[in-house]
């Protein structure tokens, strides 16, 4: 199945929150709903949800402490939608680890704009990280999983390809012992 990724919506307020999840899923996102901080960080930290919109006024906490709470475990990218819109607001919003803030009244135009950059943002920075993991470097070795190349001192190593298949599987088993048996099962 395929898994797709979430936004959860954290509005107490019905008719705000019946507008963004409408937006939401006429643009095909699919989203979590919270009415409260609590369930808010449960929603979080339960379905790793990839975009958060918080609302800062919630019954039972700020929204700035859920965002706090949030950073100490995760970097998910967090839009506030508030209608606090005083410049100390966003300060203290923008400070405490949100990535963006929406002043209400909002265009749905505009939270779908937002909603674009952020997800660009976190694409990119997926992907930046993914070409990291792709390389392995450790002291003078280096080996390129996406090339399938090894480099000694940056001169390529010409491998066969079970030496190629035993290296990687050494280099990701790094400071392990590895078995006889385990490597003949792994190859
Ligand atoms: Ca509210």
């Not at 923008?94 to 694409?123: C, H, I, M, Q, W």
Request: charged share 25%; net charge negative; aromatic share 6%.
């Amino acid at each position: 199945m395929k898994n797709k990724p979430t936004k959860l919506i954290v509005e107490d307020d019905r008719a705000v929150r019946n507008l963004i999840s409408t937006t939401l899923s006429t643009h095909d996102y699919k989203y979590l709903l919270a009415q409260n901080g609590a369930s808010a960080l449960l929603e979080a930290s339960s379905h790793n949800p990839d975009i958060v919109l918080l609302d800062l006024g919630l019954p039972d906490m700020d929204g700035v402490d859920i965002i706090r709470k949030i950073r100490s475990w995760s970097n998910m990218p967090i839009i506030v939608i508030s209608a606090r819109s005083e410049d100390s607001d966003k300060i203290e919003a923008l400070d405490a680890g949100a990535d963006d803030y929406l002043t209400k009244p909002f265009s749905v135009e505009e939270l779908l704009a937002r909603l674009r950059v952020t997800l660009r943002r976190l694409n990119y920075i997926r992907g930046l990280s993914d070409k990291e993991s792709s390389i392995f470097i450790n002291g003078d070795l280096k080996i390129d999983y996406n090339l399938g190349c090894v480099y000694l001192n940056n001169d390529e190593l010409h491998l066969t390809p079970i030496e190629y298949k035993l290296l990687c599987l050494l280099a990701k088993n790094v400071g392990k012992v590895l078995t006889h048996t385990y490597i003949i099962h792994e190859r």
